[in-house]
């Protein structure tokens, strides 16, 4: 059975890969185009776009001479699917966060009171 | 500079350490009670182990006995922001697909018109 999934995560686990997907974000692009900004040989290139093509995460062109590649972003939805199952642990932590700031400022708050001129009885110096 | 997102996504292309990870969203577990479910050696577990803890994804306690390992999602927030900005373009394909759909419903509708008894012209036999 072919792992989708893996082949998609294992794709998107390397910057160069990644930064391939951005520029086509911004439309179809050559070999040689998507090879600039990297200062890599074209053969490097090709690799990466090998693992991409197999992960379904890009499309080539039919014409020997200019095959443009293209982002095909149906994988990364079913990779944002299943990351998405874990949403509420993170939402978690963020509430947990924000509990914990209010606490600390409530007791930052106890323990600095602010003078208070017009009740001098709460500044405890009496 | 690590690579935190490559760490990230090569830990989650193996689908034993997504396994264990769905497992740990249901709570805390020991080594032995994770390897339970795969049929694997304790010693190819840790080694799956090792790989989620050094992507952040899993903590695990202190004492030697009893080392419970447990799920940290803040790294899996990250790659569904990476992922998410490519989310325009899947939705993007279902409303192409949907603009699709519509046109040979369309389509259709227009080929094999419903017999309309009380309008006969409109069967279009006359």
Chains 1, 2 share one sequence.
């Not at 079913?78 to 978690?92: K, P």
């Not at 600390?104 to 001129?117: D, L, S």
């Amino acid at each position: 059975m072919p792992d989708h999934l893996s082949n998609t995560f294992s794709a998107l686990a390397d910057p160069t890969r990644r930064a391939i997907l951005a520029r086509l974000a911004a439309g179809e692009a050559s070999v040689t185009e998507l090879a600039e900004p990297f200062a890599m040989s074209l053969p490097a290139v090709s690799k990466h776009l090998k693992v991409l093509e197999r992960a379904g995460l890009i499309t080539r062109g039919r014409e020997a001479q200019w095959r443009p590649c293209k982002l095909d972003a149906a994988p990364l939805q079913n990779a944002a699917q299943w990351i998405e199952q874990y949403s509420r642990f993170w939402e978690q932590s963020l509430d947990r966060l924000e509990e914990y700031l209010n606490k600390i400022q409530a007791q930052a708050t106890t323990k600095i009171p602010t003078p208070n001129k017009e009740n001098p009885d709460a500044s405890g110096s009496k």
